[in-house]
């Protein structure tokens, strides 16, 4: 049967009372919890860094995986103090870099998971030759910066191709995704779904979770 693990993405919570919704979310059934790094470069936006993820970790203890989603121009740089800060995953976009081989091996090297991204204009042959050293491949399904914008469709050939080639790899999706689009993503593989305003903007965010984590495949 289909499983996918649920990491709602709090970027479009209370920023002032991220502790709290990450607690929450964990309460309310979330399997892991999706952090959006931005630096204002990268992309458009500015969020927070690793003292906020330091301090969230304090804030929720050391359970919850904290899946860091680096929208930045320099992902070597903050390698080491999001390990220190208590990140498990370490998602880096290929665009970033010009050197993934060697950022791979320092994430393990810090004791991280690694997570390799894609935007949208970004091709899958482009992430498959790293696909091998990485434990999870994120594919893009909005152009990143924002939450609450619209899926791209258009993304999923990037899933299914990934899930033929990469059986075992983890494939996470993000961006537009909730109860209306779930499916498709579920359909073509993705088996770690990020989900930002559909569950932190919702009335009963347990109830999505569940939703989401429930998704059949026909
Ligand atoms: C966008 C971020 C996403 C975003 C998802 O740049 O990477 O994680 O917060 O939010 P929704 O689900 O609202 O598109
Ligand atoms: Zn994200």
Known sequence: AYSAKIGPSILSSDLSQ????CKRMMECGAD??????????FVPNI?????????LRNAVGPIPFFDMHMMVSRPEQWVKPMA???????????????????????IKENGM???????????????APWAGQIDMALVMTVEPGFG??????????????????????????????????????????????????????????????????DVVIE
Request: with cysteine; net charge negative.
């Open 18 to 21: 991220l502790g709290a919704e």
């Open 32 to 41: 892991f919890l999706h952090l959006d790094v931005m630096d204002g470069h």
């Open 47 to 55: 969020t927070f860094g690793h003292p906020m993820v330091e301090c």
């Open 84 to 106: 220190a800060a208590g990140a498990n995953q370490y998602t880096f976009h290929l665009e970033a870099t010009t050197n993934p081989g060697n950022l791979i091996k320092e």
């Open 113 to 127: 998971k690694v997570g390799l991204a894609i935007k949208p204009g970004t091709t899958v042959e482009d992430l």
């Open 148 to 213: 609450g914008q619209k899926f791209m469709e258009g993304m999923l050939p990037k899933v299914s191709w990934l899930r033929s080639q990469f059986p075992s790899l983890d494939i996470e999706v993000d961006g537009g995704v909730g109860p209306d689009t779930i499916h498709k993503c579920a359909e073509v593989g993705a088996n770690m779904i990020v989900s930002g305003s559909a569950v932190v903007g919702s009335d009963d965010p347990r109830s999505v979770i569940a939703l989401l984590k």
